[in-house]
Structures are given as structure tokens and as C-alpha cells.
């Protein structure tokens, strides 16, 4: 059964500086990855989604990256701002149609 | 487009009364989730459909919880008894063909407090 841990579970950083959060998975065989972003008392909004084959993707100040054979991802958040600040979940895929699996997320805190 | 709606936004009931939460999902889409989010388990699925048919509901915590998709552009989730540890956000989320490929959309949820 496929589990996703994100670490740290909160972090708090002051405005300016680069981040990184953290997703690791159980099974390698996945599909593909998707970050997502929610804020307080909203839904998830999908940030990027890496197909298995692909090693990173970006979107503006935001780099996501994949490692199969170690089970692991990385969104990488250039220049922070309190606007990033907001809880940011990972989750993966094992198939096309197959539902995601979602980790519990890692609470950032951008301080102006 | 108005995206994935759902209603109520906030429900208070008590324990023992049935609780009924309604999910629009986007125009064209085929594939209808229904999730849960607690702190201490995070997101959770419930049940899934796909062109209206459930796919997977080994996630409905027991028999007290049940959904329906009538048609394309309406699902229900309903729990009767609803209990205390019923309480949580619900998710509504559709996509295009499987989530693999594509981006999920989720709804603003329903947030239940069983009292």
C-alpha cells in the first residue's frame, strides 16, 4: 500500500529566503507526482505534476523535482513571500486512473 | 467555468441525525472524488466514480456512510447516524480521465461538526 510522509510537518521562514519541502513514497513504481497548495478554509489547488519519466518541473518561483528510484520529491520555493505562506501537500499516482494518495501536507509560514 | 461547487459550506448537526452533502463537479469531467481531511489522517479517500458508476468505495469508513452519482453533474455523500468522530472536511473533487494524467480540481469542501 502506497504511503507519502512529507517533512517537515511546519516550517516558518522569513520572507526572501529559498525553501525546500520534502515528499518521500514507499512504492516507485507511480505514475506520476502532483504538489499541491491549500489555503485556510479552501480546497487544494494543483501546483505541478511530474509524469514518472520526467526528473523536475517549474512554474514560476516554483521547482518541483523527482527521484523514482529513491522515492522522493522536492518543491524547491525561490524568493518566499508571505503570499506562499499556506499548507502544500504532495501525492502520487500509481497509475493513470488510479486515485491519489496524498501525504498530510507541510504548513509554511512566509514572515514579512 | 464555476468549477468543482459544493454545499453546504458548513454543516452543524448533532449526533443520530442523517447529514447530506451535495457536490457539483466541472462541465465534461468523468471522474468524481470524495475525500476527508482530519488532522491526526489527513486526506483520505472515500469513494470515486467514473461516468456516474462507483469505481472504489473501500474507503467509506462503514455502512453508515453512502454516496450516489444520479447524473454527470450531481453526487451525494450521505452518513445516517452521523457520530462525533464524523467530523471533518469533506472534499468533492472531478478531473478528466483518471487523476493520473491531469490535474485534480477540488472543491472549497464541507466542513461537519457532528455535536
Known amino acids: 500500500k502506497q504511503e507519502v510522509t512529507q517533512i517537515p510537518a511546519a516550517l516558518s521562514v522569513p520572507e526572501g529566503e529559498n525553501l525546500v519541502l520534502n515528499c518521500s513514497f514507499t512504492?516507485?513504481?507511480?505514475?506520476?507526482l502532483q504538489w499541491f497548495r491549500q489555503d485556510p478554509g479552501k480546497g487544494l489547488t494543483s501546483l505541478l505534476l511530474?509524469?514518472?519519466?520526467?526528473r523536475e518541473q517549474t512554474s514560476g518561483r516554483l521547482n518541483a523535482s523527482l527521484d523514482k528510484s529513491s522515492g522522493r520529491s522536492t518543491l524547491y520555493i525561490a524568493a518566499s513571500q508571505p503570499g506562499d505562506s499556506a499548507t502544500y501537500l504532495c501525492?502520487?499516482?500509481?497509475?493513470?486512473?488510479?486515485?491519489?494518495?496524498f501525504g498530510k501536507g507541510t504548513r509554511l509560514s512566509v514572515i514579512a | 467555468d464555476a468549477g468543482v461547487i459544493q454545499s453546504p459550506r458548513h454543516e452543524v448537526t448533532e449526533m443520530g441525525q442523517e447529514v447530506t452533502l451535495r457536490c457539483k463537479p466541472i462541465?465534461?469531467?468523468?471522474?468524481l472524488f470524495w475525500y476527508r481531511q482530519t488532522m491526526m489522517r489527513g486526506l483520505e479517500l472515500l469513494i470515486y466514480?467514473?461516468?456516474?458508476?462507483?469505481?472504489?468505495d473501500s474507503g467509506m469508513p462503514e455502512d453508515r456512510f453512502s454516496a450516489k452519482m444520479p447524473n454527470a453533474s450531481f453526487s451525494t455523500l450521505k452518513i445516517q447516524p452521523s457520530e462525533p468522530r464524523d467530523s471533518a472536511v469533506y472534499f468533492c473533487?472531478?478531473?478528466?480521465?483518471?487523476?493520473?494524467?491531469?490535474?485534480?480540481?477540488f472543491g472549497s469542501g464541507t466542513q461537519l461538526s457532528v455535536l
Open positions: 512504492d516507485s513504481a507511480i505514475y506520476n
Open positions: 473533487a472531478s478531473s478528466s480521465s483518471g487523476q493520473g494524467g491531469v490535474k485534480l480540481f
Open positions: 501525492a502520487v499516482s500509481n497509475s493513470g486512473n488510479t486515485p491519489l494518495v
Open positions: 511530474i509524469q514518472s519519466s520526467q
Open positions: 466514480f467514473n461516468n456516474n458508476v462507483p469505481i472504489d
Open positions: 462541465s465534461g469531467h468523468d471522474y
